[in-house]
T-cell receptor, first 115, second 109 residues
Framework: GAVVSQHPSWVICKSGTSVKIECRSL??????MFWYRQFPKQSLMLMAT?????????EQGVEKDKFLINHASLTLSTLTVTSAHPEDSSFYIC???????????FGSGTQLSVL | SQQGEEDPQALSIQEGENATMNCSYK?????LQWYRQNSGRGLVHLIL?????REKHSGRLRVTLDTSKKSSSLLITASRAADTASYFC?????????FGAGTTVTVRA
């Protein structure tokens, strides 16, 4: 099956710093990538949809300036959490698909802890 | 936004028993998918059932879909300790998936 690599797996940062998370499709070209946020024992909340070469579409309530998403190539999307605060601590997961795919392929997630 | 609700929230069974979990969704869908998540990991696609299908099998998995009730069920037969995970349903409308709250399944050896 298709492989999506997400990096880093975990990151600890100080409040006020920015953190970048990368999501790569290793063996297919991802026309669309999704970014989710997940709190402990809860479901995945879609943050934004990213299409290659265009601006990301953010879900209601997600701050665009806080969570910067870039999808510059068909194999890479990045999520940057700017000026991170403790309330941004969470598990972030990306997923990817091509136009032909009906199912999603997920990265392994990034646990962000902001001190 | 979150699409559906799953029930039960948690399920504990003995190895070899069957595990059944249910999912309800709110809006119309093209297909419904089930995913599995091991603790602290990403999700893995298990099975997809289209809106014009009523039942589908894949190995030890059996999925049903009732579009009139906007509900689906996932049955795992002859469970194993390795099936311990959280299971999520996701309704798909066009390309966007909306995930349910998930069922945490614990299989005791």
């Amino acid at each position: 099956g298709a492989v999506v690599s997400q990096h880093p797996s975990w990151v600890i940062c100080k409040s006020g710093t920015s953190v970048k998370i990368e999501c790569r499709s290793l063996d297919f070209q991802a026309t669309t990538m999704f970014w989710y946020r997940q709190f402990p024992k809860q479901s995945l909340m879609l943050m934004a949809t990213s299409n290659e070469g265009s601006k990301a579409t953010y879900e209601q309530g997600v701050e665009k300036d806080k969570f910067l998403i870039n999808h510059a190539s068909l194999t890479l999307s990045t999520l940057t959490v700017t000026s991170a605060h403790p309330e941004d601590s969470s598990f972030y997961i990306c997923s990817a698909r091509t136009r032909q795919m009906t199912k999603l392929f997920f990265g392994s997630g990034t646990q962000l802890s902001v001190l | 936004s979150q699409q559906g609700e799953e029930d039960p929230q948690a399920l504990s069974i003995q190895e070899g028993e069957n595990a059944t979990m249910n999912c309800s969704y709110k809006t119309s869908i093209n297909n419904l998918q089930w995913y599995r998540q091991n603790s602290g990991r990403g999700l893995v696609h298990l099975i997809l059932i289209r809106s014009n299908e009523r039942e589908k099998h894949s190995g030890r998995l059996r999925v049903t879909l009732d579009t009139s009730k906007k509900s689906s069920s996932l049955l795992i037969t002859a469970s194993r300790a390795a099936d311990t995970a959280s299971y999520f349903c996701a309704g798909s409308n066009d390309y966007k998936l909306s995930f349910g709250a998930g069922t945490t399944v614990t299989v005791r050896a």
